[in-house]
């Protein structure tokens, strides 16, 4: 992401932390394994020589206990492939780069590998890992050397905000994203930064990988074609938005505040993603599906009955507040952002005393065209 947009998530390991508050984005690892692992197995193959190192990169690779455990997963699935062709004698070295915006928790990541060395013993695949700070809407790595891009709940984030909105030439009142109210044109800005965004995102990476290069992208989407029936993503930032016009009534925020507030951010369809890459003939679609995760980090049922809204209110604000807190913080002040998340606590609560929410998520599996 761009620099200048200013996300990142909530740093240190504390109880607002995101390193504390990422189960929905575990849980979305843990759902993708599969793919992931038919994607490094197929990339093992390929490697030429018997003794060969393997490029990876994970994107947006934020810090906290989900960071170790892309490394973990991907040594997991070499060995596995390394142990089956043990006739062959393959030896596979994994060598990591570390992903994000310079502002991201560097320190806390490169303190929990400690936890990954403790935890592999002598029999670990050898692997090695670096930090790279930096936009994933440039330039990161030399021509066709990387194996293996991974990127989960990251994509949907744009470079920045569409211009005309930060410039204010035309204003998305009362909303930060896409909401009931949002006018046509400004919809249509959203979608015209996505375009560029992931167009841009997925020339870069095709120009990286290897022949035969992967790619595992994991974000949040939408179901709906319809944009005006966005889905619960949308509703979610609404609730954001309806907290904030809460604290515009009262005076703790001015109005002027909120409508010049957009967030850098757009949920696709898979309809859209596929037609893009498709039309950029840059990558061969593996596998891509549509699956659903609860608002709720902490509620793993299947069922549609929320149990406690408090309590559910609660989780979903705090998971809420270690994304959006910088972002929130740079452009209205700290002095809002502990009034602003009992708000929104209670006002989850009310919405989902009307029925269960649940985050569409999109994983594609994609490999890099042959031309």
Not at 96 to 124: A, W
Not at 227 to 240: I, K, N, P, R, W
Request: aromatic share 10%; proline share 4%; net charge neutral.
């Amino acid at each position: 992401m761009k620099e200048g947009s200013g996300v990142r998530m909530v740093t240190g390991n504390g109880e607002n932390s995101y390193a504390a508050n990422s189960r929905l984005q575990e849980r979305a690892i843990l759902e993708t394994r599969p793919v992931l692992h038919k994607a490094i197995e197929e990339l093992c193959t390929s490697l030429s020589a018997r003794r060969s190192t393997m490029v990876v990169a994970d994107l947006g690779c934020s810090s906290g206990p989900n960071t170790l455990r892309v490394v973990c997963e991907v040594i997991g699935a070499v060995q596995f492939y390394t142990r089956k062709s043990e006739e062959e004698r393959r030896a596979v070295e994994v060598q990591f780069f570390l992903n994000d915006l310079p502002g991201n928790d560097f320190n806390l990541v490169f303190r929990s590998l400690e936890q990954l060395e403790d935890l592999g013993g002598n029999e670990t695949q050898p692997y090695y890992v670096a930090g790279l700070p930096g936009s994933y809407y440039r330039k990161l790595f030399p021509s066709r050397s990387v194996h293996f891009f991974h990127s989960s709940y990251s994509l949907m984030w744009r470079s920045k905000v569409p211009e005309e909105l930060s410039r204010c030439t035309h204003v998305n009142e009362g909303n930060i994203y896409i909401g009931k109210t949002t006018p046509p044109i400004v919809i249509k800005l959203f979608q015209q930064q996505f375009k560029t965004d992931f167009e841009l995102f997925l020339a870069l990476r095709s120009r990286e990988l290897v022949n035969g290069g992967r790619m595992l992208l994991t974000f949040l989407g939408r179901k709906s074609e319809e944009m005006m029936m966005h889905g619960d993503v949308s509703t979610l930032f609404e609730l954001v938005a309806k907290s904030l016009q809460s604290l515009v009534l009262k005076g703790r925020v001015e109005k002027k505040k909120l409508d010049s507030f957009n967030l850098p951010y757009y949920a696709p369809s898979v309809k859209e993603m596929k037609a893009l890459i498709n039309e950029t003939k840059l990558f061969d679609i593996e596998h891509v599906r549509l699956f659903e995760s609860n608002w709720d980090p902490q509620d793993d049922s299947e069922s549609d009955v929320v149990l406690d809204f408090a309590s559910s209110g609660a989780n979903v604000a705090k998971c809420i507040r270690a994304v959006l807190e910088p972002l929130i913080a740079d452009h209205f002040g700290d002095d809002i952002i502990e009034e602003l998340f009992v708000v929104y606590a209670s006002v989850v609560a009310k919405h989902l005393e009307k029925a269960k929410a649940k985050y569409p998520i999109i994983v594609a599996s994609l490999k890099k065209a042959i031309h």
